[in-house]
Every structure is written in structure tokens, then in C-alpha cells.
């Protein structure tokens, strides 16, 4: 026997931020299994475009089946969801799965200040020190609004191309308003 009853637009919109943060989630710990930085910068660039094909597919696929619904919103929904799976994986990828890769980094750029002859100053140091022990946690939550930001942005954006109703207004408003501007 079938199941006829409504899918709510939340869980709908759970599912597809999963699917949305898979690509991301991937992505990630493929560039952080490579070390290549060229093949991350590809990789990176692929997860973009594909981000965002993959959530106008989402959006207009809600949009068909609600005609009289700006995808917009739905559209938020989703980025919010993934941005919190995606945040989340970067906090268990740089505390748990790759926590050297930090130290790394850090490293680097230490390197680099000292081949550039530049003297750090301690006050400098002490605060990169704690920001390198914190980084997991800093990057969660840059993480999480840096994707919810972008996904406010492409999600209105692709708005405009998968909602079926894209009058603000309701059809009676429309008429209403019509029949006001010829009556004086």
C-alpha cells in the first residue's frame, strides 16, 4: 500500500539539503585526501558551479510542484540545511579527521613570514597560536554563515528562474490594483 499522505516542505527541504551537502562533503575530503593545490582549486570550482546547478534543479523541481509559491524561501530552507551539515562536517574534519593539517598551514605561512625577512611581533604570534588551536571551531561557524550567505544570494537569484509565480502579488491584488488605477 501506498503512502498518500503530504511530504512537508521541511522535510523536503531536509532531504535536499543533505543531497546539496553531499557535493560539499565530498568535495572536501576529496581536495583534503589530494594535497594538490592546483587539482583543490579544480575541485573547488567544480563544487561551486555544481552547488549551484544542483540547487536550481531543487528549486525548480519545487517550483513545478508548487506553481504558486516563490521558490525563493524553499530555496533558503534548503542552504540553511546544508550550511549546517557542511559546517558541521568542517568541524569534524579539521578536529578529528585531518587535525594536522592545521599545523600545516600554519606552518607554512610562519615559514614564508620568516623567508620574507619580516619580523613577527609577539602580540601577532600569541593571538595566531590560539587562533590555530581554535580553528576547528572558527571554521564551523565561518563555515556555516559564509553558506548561508551564498545560498541567500543564489537562492534569490535563481528565484527569479524557477518560481512559477513571480508576481508578488495574488491575482485578485492584481486586478484590484488594475481596476484602482482607472478609477479616479
Not at 579527521?97 to 615559514?111: D, G, H, I, K, R
Not at 614564508?112 to 561557524?141: H, R
Not at 543564489?154 to 527569479?160: D, E, G, N, V, Y
Request: glycine fraction near 6%; aromatic fraction near 14%.
Amino acid at each position: 500500500m501506498e503512502n498518500t499522505e503530504p511530504v512537508s516542505k521541511w522535510s523536503m527541504a531536509a532531504r535536499d539539503g543533505l543531497i546539496l551537502a553531499a557535493v560539499t562533503v565530498v568535495v572536501s575530503t576529496l581536495t583534503f585526501l589530494t594535497k594538490n593545490t592546483f587539482l583543490g582549486m579544480l575541485l573547488w570550482l567544480v563544487k561551486l558551479v555544481g552547488s549551484i546547478w544542483l540547487l536550481w534543479v531543487i528549486m525548480k523541481r519545487y517550483g513545478k510542484a508548487h506553481p504558486n509559491e516563490s521558490t525563493f524561501g524553499y530555496g533558503v530552507i534548503v542552504c540553511v540545511l546544508s550550511a549546517i551539515v557542511c559546517s558541521v562536517w568542517a568541524f569534524v574534519e579539521y578536529q578529528f579527521l585531518f587535525p594536522n593539517a592545521v599545523a600545516e598551514a600554519f606552518e607554512q605561512m610562519y615559514t614564508g613570514f620568516e623567508q620574507m625577512g619580516s619580523m613577527l611581533p609577539d602580540t601577532f604570534t600569541d593571538v595566531m597560536l590560539k587562533m590555530e588551536d581554535n580553528y576547528a571551531q572558527i571554521n564551523c561557524i565561518s563555515s556555516f554563515f559564509w553558506c548561508v550567505l551564498l545560498g541567500l544570494v543564489f537562492s534569490a537569484i535563481l528565484s527569479r528562474s524557477t518560481s512559477g509565480n513571480r508576481s508578488v502579488f495574488t491575482p485578485e491584488e492584481m486586478n484590484r490594483n488594475q481596476d484602482d488605477e482607472f478609477n479616479f
